[in-house]
């Protein structure tokens, strides 16, 4: 069992910057891949980005790829979203998601899923103004 907490979400301009911040606790951080993903009303939830157990792979959605970066921290059992270069479009509701790995993986394409994912944050609201 994990629990997960997003904060770093607000409000910023467009071009501004964001860098969300995902702490979990409970189970072994690093036996985790993690991800984010977005949902916008009326929307199903999309996949952002996510990153492997070690941190060794990372991948994103074409609409962040250049803007956005994720990374973690296992010593500190966070994850983290940095977002440059934000636009209007990706004002949305921000959720961290932890899928459980007993081996790691050279390669992230399965965590573009959610439904690959054994546990949620409550979600970070992202605004940005133009």
């Known amino acids: 069992q994990v629990q997960l907490v997003e904060s770093g979400g607000g409000l910023v301009q467009a071009g501004g910057s964001l860098r969300l911040s995902c702490a979990a606790s409970?189970?072994?951080?690093?036996?985790?891949?993690m991800g984010w993903f977005r949902q916008a009303p009326g929307k199903e939830r999309e996949f952002v980005a996510a990153?492997?157990?070690?941190?060794?792979?990372?991948g994103y959605a074409d609409s962040v790829k250049g803007r956005f970066t994720i990374s973690r921290d296992n010593a500190k059992n966070t994850v983290y979203l940095q977002m440059n270069s934000l636009k209007p479009e990706d004002t949305v509701v921000y959720y961290c998601?932890?899928?459980?790995?007993?081996?790691?993986?050279?390669?992230?394409?399965?965590?573009?899923?959610?439904?690959?994912?054994?546990?949620w944050g409550q979600g970070t609201q992202v605004t940005v103004s133009s």
């Open positions: 998601a932890a899928d459980y790995r007993p081996t790691d993986s050279r390669y992230y394409y399965y965590l573009r899923g959610a439904s690959e994912y054994d546990y």
């Open positions: 990153i492997t157990r070690s941190g060794g792979s990372t």
């Open positions: 409970g189970r072994t951080f690093s036996t985790y891949a």
